[in-house]
């Protein structure tokens, strides 16, 4: 007998970054599929780049959605920070056919996956074990710098939604101080994103190349990354010395701030390609000094996330309390995180 209300199942989700758009079907609970990534490049918006993945998966009745989004939200409108997408969530939804579609921050969502992930798609890098019942903290470089954290409560975690990557960057050291004038003289505030991204690479890199006398033409990250690891450029790799120790800094800091000790999980698209490299590098050591406070950040463990689709879990979790609680479309998922995660989210 028909209950009126839409199908359950499948759902869309959606991971979209500044370079790209993962979308996949989730066809039951905690069963992802037929997950696709389409460069966000190729399409005007989010709904011309989720019609075209439904059609090629040929997914011909979908009521439900959520998106992470590497972008703030606030309201309908949404214009984003690091891709020429400029779009209104309900016009995406009744573009769609959409009952339900739910923006939330990518790292939001992120952060929602971390107790799901498997001990398989971590690598530790230094620390002890996590103290059970404290903050967890994420921080990640990719086309832009997403941060987040998860905080314990009676019920289970709270996921933080902010624009972490955005705070201003302090330089450690004078060749630190050289780039930060390199990076100012050309955008005025220099913020860790500035820095931490694929474009930080390439501006930290065109840095040392003026710092050398050398005409300082950008590169490609991925270039940067391959010649720096594999020890063929000694500029690249020193670059990737800097970026990693800026990185540590920065992690260092957010596990001081949430008094993560639960652990702090490096997520992105841009350190997972330099594994290998990036375990031996300045990280570690960089994260733990802080001076009175470095016996505090010795025992936090970091965990590198290296599964390549870490946040739609975190989206379907979200999306499963969301229909739960408006009525029962069905029950969250035994093995979805615990419920939290409305702040910072657009309902439409």
Known sequence: MSTGLPEAWPRLLGDIGGSNARFALETGPGVIEDILTLPTSA?????????DYLAQVGARRVAHAAIGIANPLNGDQVKMTNCHWSFSIETTRRA????????LNDFTALALALPK?????LLQVGGAAPRAGSPLALIGPGTGLGVSGLVPHADGWTPLSGEGGHVSFAPADEREIQIWRYAAARFGHVSNERLLSGPGLAL???ALKARDGEPDAAEEPADI???GASGRDERCRETLEIFCGLL?????NLALTLGARGGVYIGGGIVPRISGFFEQSPFRRRFEDKGRSSAFLSDIPVYLITSAYPALPGVAAHLATHLAA????????ASAPPRGGSA???HA
Request: charged fraction near 10%; aromatic fraction near 2%; hydrophobic fraction near 45%.
């Open 326 to 333: 408006r009525g029962g479309v069905d029950p969250v998922p």
């Open 344 to 346: 910072g989210d657009m």
């Open 225 to 227: 990354c391959a010649r």
């Open 96 to 103: 769609l056919g959409l009952s339900t579609l739910l923006l």
């Open 204 to 206: 930290i890199h065109q």
């Open 117 to 121: 992930l498997a001990p398989a798609q």
């Open 43 to 51: 399409y005007p918006g989010l709904a011309e780049a989720a019609a």
């Open 248 to 252: 540590g800094s920065a992690a260092g």
